[in-house]
């Protein structure tokens, strides 16, 4: 079989599908190859509003309807009740001590929810990715892509005119292609067919993965550990926790927990090495860590680490397991070459660095916008090289970043307070792509920002060297005065108590910030549904702010 196309999309997750459909409404034709069969069960669920916002402006740009209604948990629900999602009001964290039920105070001292909307309707969601991927490769095929499943390509030229030779279904198969893009997640095709270097990462130590998919998973916030804290006379959560990114944080790792509509949950750890070797049996000869966690017996690791968080144990008690247990022993990745002459990995084929902080899809979005602009205008070396600049940047920001939160795991008040250079920088970049002026927003995490990208590069080399006593209240202090310029949602408002609702007023009192009026920043919020609950009153009503 021989297929000649303008584009050769290696991988068929929500990344790849998603080029394609841009690439066929601007009349290139489109090969997707794919070594497995949808649906199937893949990691990275939860979205955010910045990735949501993406989602909106590719649908914008390349006349894609069909995808907007996922870019808010009210129209999906409405638009397409068959796909199955989760809703995600928020950010949700709870900080553990190993071996001690959890415990909080008034104060919220171990607890920080931060708010992405003010409602259900346009909250953010969960992609319960084997529904959701099947859909996109569904829409592409429908929409003229050409699309090779189970397909295993073993020899790749990227000469000239490049093309991809393997098998399917027992026969040859040869895609003829001007361009290659490689869409196949972490360690992927072109890693490995062309061995691009992946040296270790620069700040984040070696951390594993170990997780699944569950029925069964109690609530959070149905009682037991909430029930003392966060009662109605003690002012309501932002938003009912568990409808959001739940993480559970311990020193030297954590727990996320994504709730899904269907009844399944998908949870999983991220452990630093170190920490997740002291879980574990020392291996006998010959032994590898490959069988980890199969079964979900008393030794896998993730036995073993619930076994010291009782009250997230008792979360789990009655749960089911209903996917296969997926171990990753080094789940950070990240190439240093990310682009050639007819070749371009997506962000998401480039690296990854940790589920913490839900920053792959941004990142992936932000390159597939990128990438389609040359792929557009014609791949041009030099605009090749930008992209795998910016790419790696990217990635690097959010490496920093995220290291600093691991190196902060065991202080609380620091890793609640870095957390915020993340929040003020995604809801300014929302904001400001919103208003139509993302010149304001330069760089992911606004790490291109003159002013505040080496703000946040100095507060997270600080924290990497884990200060003590007065350096450590000085980074405090200087994670309020990074942000300070950008916080549009009262994150710098200590009577908040780590609670933040998405309130109008912030971001109407903030208009300045943002170079605007409090009246174009009042249009703004009519525009994008935020005054108004939307048709399902009822679930608005539950989790409005305050
Ligand atoms: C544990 C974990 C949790 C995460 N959680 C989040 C999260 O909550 N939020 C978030 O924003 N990001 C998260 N991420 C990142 C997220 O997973 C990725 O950004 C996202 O999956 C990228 O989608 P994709 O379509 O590019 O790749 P994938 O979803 O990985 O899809 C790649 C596809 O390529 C196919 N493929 C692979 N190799 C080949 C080959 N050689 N030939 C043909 N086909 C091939 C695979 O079968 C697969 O279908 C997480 C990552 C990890 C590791």
Redesign the pocket.
Known sequence: MRVDVDVAI???????SLTALALLRRGKRVAI????RHP?F???????PL?NLLLEELADTYDLPQLRVFSKWGTWQRSRPDVAGGLKRGFTFFFHRPGEAFADDESHARQLMVAASPHDEIGDTHWY?PDF?QNLVREAEAAGAIYLDE???DHVDLSTRPSLSGTRNGKAIRINASFVVD????R??LA?ALNLPAPPLRWLPPTQ?I?THFENVARWDAGGPLQDVGRPSKGRHPYPPDDA?LHHIFPGGWI?V?RFNNGITSA?A?LTTPVASGFLPPLRFGETRRSLGEGGSRTSLWDAVLDTLPSVRDQFKDARVVAPWVH?PQ?AFRTTQVAGPNWAL?P??AG?ID?LL???????LLGIYRLLKILEAGPIDGALREYERVTLAELDATEMLVAALYNSMSDVAVFKRLTLLYFAAASFSEAARRLNRPELAPGFLLHAHPVFGPALHACCAIALASPQGRARDELITMIDAAIEPFDIAGLRDRSRRDWYPALAEDLIASASKLHATPGAIDTLLERCGFTDEGPDRSGAARSTAR
């Open positions: 290696v991988g068929s997750g929500f990344a790849g190859i794919e070594r497995g199937r893949v990691i990275g669920e939860s979205s955010t990735a990715r991927d397909t295993s390509i869409a196949s997640g972490p992927g095709f490995r993965g997780y990114a996320w994504l999983g991220a990753s789940l997506l998401s084929a990854v589920p839900s920053t792959g899809f941004p990142l992936t």
